[in-house]
């Protein structure tokens, strides 16, 4: 099996940046500053890559996700709008394609990942921007970070499945809300709204955002990452399916996760601090 620390080596990624910030932990980064990391084809390919790739790799146990520059992301590429070149260019069933093929491609590949994702949102999240940060398990952010939903101030919807994720993420009506009115959601409201799960109040210091975003994904890496990843595959699919596939799925999980090496290590750990001696 390819790991990615190898794969980061041998191929350099157009529009995104790879680096292990701490062992067992993945920081992907946005890589296109000066758009303010508005989706490319090639990010879009290299993401969807990178993803599933490290998800496979057993090094990796806790994926973070960022935007290089000022801002998280700013969604679709204006320049090409105008331009209607790139994920924009063709006609209507061209672009049906293209999104399909394309920036679709992003939903579904976080949808089948095991590996806890934590998107540290420094900045705007605009659009398909803001989807991709709700489309991660958690999100950190500070006073200054911004979500909005802009598609319908320029005659679009949200082509990328924003309306399954910010609804999934903070209920019908407030999504319904952010949609229609385009409106901005920052800091407080956003830590209130559930749009971030973690808040780094006072000054806009985007290393200090690093510090916090990674301490998050620390605490993650302290959890048995089979028990982890088995809870994230059972929290999204109880969320779309009825009460008995939940139980079923969880009955199997949990019958799995009884016999691992990890519950039992820290069964054992748990009874010594206790003073629970086996009988």
């Not at 990391?37 to 599933?52: D, G």
Request: net charge neutral; glycine share 8%.
């Amino acid at each position: 099996m390819q790991k990615i620390t190898d794969w980061i080596k041998t191929y350099k990624l157009k529009d995104l940046k790879l680096s292990i910030p701490r062992e067992h932990l993945l920081h992907i980064e946005l890589d296109r500053p000066e758009a303010s990391n508005a989706f490319s084809m090639e990010m879009i390919e290299s993401l969807c890559r990178v993803l599933m790739l490290a998800d496979r790799d057993p090094d990796i146990r806790v994926m973070m996700l960022s935007g290089g520059g000022k801002n998280f992301c700013a969604g679709g590429d204006v320049q090409n709008m105008i331009e209607q070149s790139g994920m924009f260019g063709g006609d209507s069933v061209e672009l049906m394609n293209k999104y399909r093929h394309g920036i679709q491609q992003i939903p579904k590949t976080m949808e089948e990942i095991s590996t806890p994702v934590v998107a540290m949102v420094n900045g705007r999240a605009v659009g398909a921007g803001c989807d991709l940060a709700c489309m991660c398990d958690l999100r950190v952010g500070s006073t200054h970070t911004q979500f909005a939903e802009t598609f319908n101030q320029l005659g679009l919807v949200p082509g990328d499945g924003g309306t399954f994720f910010l609804t999934r993420l903070i209920g019908f009506s407030r999504a319904m809300q952010m949609f229609m009115t385009c409106e901005w959601v920052a800091g407080a409201k956003a830590y209130e709204y559930g749009l971030l799960n973690f808040m780094l109040e006072g000054e806009d210091d985007k290393n200090k955002l690093l510090e916090k975003t990674i301490d998050v994904c620390l605490g993650l890496l302290q959890k048995d990452p089979t028990a982890l990843a088995m809870t994230k595959k059972a929290m999204k699919i109880s969320y779309l399916h009825d009460l008995h596939t939940s139980l079923d799925l969880l009955a199997a999980y949990q019958g799995m996760a009884q016999r691992t090496k990890g519950h039992l290590d820290r069964v054992e750990s748990l009874a010594a601090k206790i003073n629970i001696k086996k009988k």
